[in-house]
């Protein structure tokens, strides 16, 4: 089955980039995306998304609130909260939701880790 | 009257990313000066009038209020304030310079604090730009300045300039500290027509629309 990532920025330019850098690194998975939290979530709602790459400074809830909101509903989810606020706070809230913390500016370098991650976690769950 | 050059959809979706990230950095170094996290709003940028700029801020600030100020200049130019409320001040100087310091320690470290302060915040976020963008900056040494948005936003001396900027700014503030502020940069046309030559190119640079036509 085909895995499908989610990406959510209100930056369509960063959602290109991140969509770019993902099509390098796994050809084969699909992307959705959304501009905002609530989008994510009924995206996430309709079913079929594996794997989330979240913005963190967004219009209305931030990724990190979007973050333990997919969390409480999918405990399994790979998880990544892509932000050049290297704050230690927000990278603690993001280690305690089990979210991978991915530099901005997006990079294929900077994906790589989260994505093969993210694609042992799927294989191994089968 | 000149038409403004206005940004297209992406471009300024892509100027708006640029300034989230250096500001999100910088955000993350004045973290690290006053040992508190630093919460940062979305970046607002518009095209307006010098005088709906400094309207901007004081429609939501009655009081005076205190910026550090940097002008910069290269491919594009303008100026970068990072501005607060003047009743901020002091708790901002306390929250750098440390607790322990007396009222007339901090009192004479004020001006020297901020202009530190100011220097991390807006040097970062510039010089985050500025590589992002391919090109290098010269930013001026950070000066504090005291009044309100009309003061601030002048960007040379004789005012004679009246037409539209370009207008970025985001909102901070320091939890557990009464501190918050705001990020702001000032463009004129002329560096607006470059900085949108240069948003071009770094778009093509990231997207890799530019591939087509390359080999390699």
């Not at chain 2, 970068?80 to 310079?97: G, Q």
């Not at chain 2, 936003?153 to 207008?167: I, K, N, R, Y």
Request: aromatic share 4%; net charge negative; proline share 4%.
């Amino acid at each position: 089955m085909t895995t499908t990532v989610l990406i959510v920025d209100d930056s369509k330019l960063a959602r290109i980039v991140v969509g770019k850098a993902l099509s390098a690194l796994q050809p084969e998975w699909a992307r959705r995306e959304a501009a905002n939290a609530d989008d994510a979530l009924a995206v996430i709602a309709e079913g079929g998304i594996d794997v989330a790459i979240l913005d963190f400074n967004m219009p209305g809830r931030n990724g990190l609130e979007l973050a333990g909101d997919i969390r409480s509903a999918h405990p399994d989810m790979p998880i990544a909260l892509a932000t050049a606020n290297v704050q230690d706070e927000i990278i603690a809230q993001a280690r305690a939701l089990n979210a991978t913390f991915i530099p901005k500016p997006i990079t294929e370098e900077g994906l790589k880790g989260f994505l093969s991650g993210a694609a042992l976690k799927l294989r191994q769950r089968g | 009257m000149i038409v403004p050059l206005v940004l297209s959809e992406l471009e300024h979706d892509a100027l708006t990313e640029l300034v989230n990230i250096g500001v999100s950095r910088s955000a993350a170094s004045l973290r690290n000066m006053v040992g508190e996290q630093v919460t940062l709003s979305v970046p607002s940028v518009d095209v307006v009038s010098r005088k709906a700029a400094a309207t901007l801020i004081r429609q939501r600030e009655s009081g005076e209020m205190v910026a550090v100020r940097q002008d910069f200049e290269g491919a594009f130019s303008g100026r970068a304030l990072l501005i607060f409320p003047e009743t901020n001040s002091l708790a901002l100087v306390r929250a750098v310079a440390g607790d322990e310091l007396d009222e007339s320690e901090i009192a004479a470290m004020e001006s020297e604090a901020l202009t530190e302060t100011g220097n991390v915040v807006l040097n970062g976020c510039l010089a985050t730009m500025a590589n992002m963008l391919k090109r290098p900056l010269d930013m001026s040494l950070p000066q504090v300045i005291r009044g309100d948005g009309d003061l601030f936003f002048e960007l040379s001396e004789h005012a004679e300039d009246q037409g539209v900027v370009l207008f970025l700014y985001i909102n901070f503030s320091i939890s557990g500290r009464a501190i918050r502020g705001y990020i702001a940069m000032l463009m004129d046309l002329p560096s607006l027509e470059a900085l949108k030559a240069l948003i071009g190119e770094f778009i093509e640079r990231v997207t890799g629309a530019d591939d087509l036509g390359q080999l390699g």
